[in-house]
């Protein structure tokens, strides 16, 4: 994704623009014996749990990248995801790694899982944990 701001953007920051990897990972999906399935990934990709509250946005918009509300980053720098499915159950583990601006790179690391349980009538029922496996922000 390439963006950039030309004159003052919202922050009062301007002339500011970068180019960026938003999503290009590698994966494999496949079925197993008696209904269940599975996907593998690894790379910058986008990772959404539940309703976003805990995990959702990846990256660092705006600021010295540019274009704050027309080039958005959502992928994180580095993931690993693997999902594990049977019926309406699923099961993800993960580790991700966010794509931070460079100026404030808080070198931060989170890894966890997601177990969650669609309804067939609507909504859906889900525990998460996530540990903050390294993390230099204050």
């Given at each position: 994704?390439?963006?950039?701001?030309?004159?003052?953007d919202?922050f009062?920051?301007?002339?500011?623009?970068a180019t960026?990897?938003?999503?290009?990972?590698?994966?494999?999906?496949?079925?197993?014996?008696?209904?269940?399935?599975y996907d593998?990934?690894?790379?910058?990709?986008?990772?959404?749990?539940?309703?976003?509250?805990l995990?959702?946005?990846?990256a660092t918009?705006?600021f010295?990248?540019?274009?704050?509300?027309f080039?958005?980053?959502?992928a994180?720098?580095?993931?690993?995801?693997a999902?594990l499915?049977?019926?309406?159950?699923?099961?993800?583990?993960?580790?991700?790694?966010p794509?931070?601006?460079?100026?404030?790179?808080?070198d931060?690391?989170?890894?966890?899982?997601?177990?969650?349980?669609?309804?067939?009538?609507?909504?859906?029922?889900?525990?998460?944990?996530?540990?903050?496996?390294?993390?230099?922000?204050?």
């Amino acid at each position: 994704m390439s963006s950039y701001t030309w004159g003052t953007d919202a922050f009062d920051t301007g002339d500011t623009g970068a180019t960026t990897l938003e999503e290009a990972y590698l994966a494999i999906r496949g079925d197993l014996a008696s209904g269940w399935s599975y996907d593998l990934s690894f790379g910058p990709r986008e990772l959404t749990l539940g309703t976003g509250m805990l995990i959702a946005n990846g990256a660092t918009s705006g600021f010295e990248r540019g274009a704050l509300k027309f080039g958005p980053r959502k992928a994180w720098e580095r993931a690993a995801i693997a999902r594990l499915s049977h019926g309406n159950f699923t099961g993800t583990a993960f580790f991700l790694d966010p794509n931070e601006l460079p100026s404030t790179d808080g070198d931060n690391e989170l890894a966890g899982f997601d177990l969650r349980y669609d309804d067939p009538r609507g909504g859906y029922l889900g525990a998460t944990y996530v540990d903050v496996l390294s993390s230099n922000s204050s």
